[in-house]
T-cell receptor, first 115, second 112 residues
Framework: EPEVTQTPSHQVTQMGQEVILRCVPI?????FYWYRQILGQKVEFLVS????????KSEIFDDQFSVERPDGSNFTLKIRSTKLEDSAMYFC?????????????FGPGTRLTVL | ELKVEQNPLFLSMQEGKNYTIYCNYS?????LYWYRQDPGKSLESLFV?????AVKQEGRLMASLDTKARLSTLHITAAVHDLSATYFC????????????FGKGTHLIIQP
């Protein structure tokens, strides 16, 4: 069964460093998403991406964040200068983009630890 | 701002019992999603509810949606230990392929 994959599974970085989190969405899906979950808290939407551009972003997704689809398969989230409060689990998701059904399929997540 | 509230946030119950988790949301939406998360794992899609009155069942779990009341329920029948997990409901605001707004989750522990 097709699934969303993410790498790395765990990333440790120093405050102020740049990190890139990688995702491979399900191959025939059209919409891609990033969410984060701070330990023990709810899942928070960051950004959605469609047709090579951002379609929606939340207040969390400020200038420190960017997304890219550099080729036909990868979808990346970059954090330019990490802060301690960026420590969280980051989930990538994708959906087929059907208008009547926005079921999103989540990857296994990347745990980001900022020291 | 769309708000999604779940209750209870924590539930400990014994095997064999029935219980219901409630999910209220603050804006008009016809689409509600239930996800399951095991500790340290990703989110697994359980149910997609697309219209008022929708009811879906899978094993011991049944989900329903009342869009007029802006309420969804997840009912657990004759709970078993394997259902221990955190359950999230989520709503999308406008239709299309928006980002989902999640509730805080219900941490469910089922004791043998």
């Amino acid at each position: 069964e097709p699934e969303v994959t993410q790498t790395p599974s765990h990333q440790v970085t120093q405050m102020g460093q740049e990190v890139i989190l990688r995702c491979v969405p399900i191959s025939n899906h059209l919409y891609f998403y990033w969410y984060r979950q701070i330990l023990g808290q709810k899942v928070e939407f960051l950004v959605s991406f469609y047709n090579n551009e951002i379609s929606e972003k939340s207040e969390i997704f400020d200038d420190q964040f960017s997304v890219e689809r550099p080729d036909g398969s990868n979808f990346t989230l970059k954090i330019r200068s990490t802060k301690l409060e960026d420590s969280a689990m980051y989930f990538c998701a994708s959906s087929p983009g059907l208008a009547v059904r926005n079921e999103q399929f989540f990857g296994p997540g990347t745990r980001l630890t900022v020291l | 701002e769309l708000k999604v509230e779940q209750n209870p946030l924590f539930l400990s119950m014994q095997e064999g019992k029935n219980y219901t988790i409630y999910c209220n949301y603050s804006t008009t939406s016809d689409r509600l999603y239930w996800y399951r998360q095991d500790p340290g794992k990703s989110l697994e899609s359980l149910f997609v509810l697309l219209s008022n009155g929708a009811v879906k069942q899978e094993g011991r779990l049944m989900a329903s949606l009342d869009t007029k009341a802006r309420l969804s329920t997840l009912h657990i029948t004759a709970a078993v230990h394997d259902l221990s997990a955190t359950y999230f409901c989520a709503v999308d605001k406008r239709g299309g392929a928006d980002g989902l707004t999640f509730g805080k989750g219900t941490h469910l522990i089922i004791q043998p």
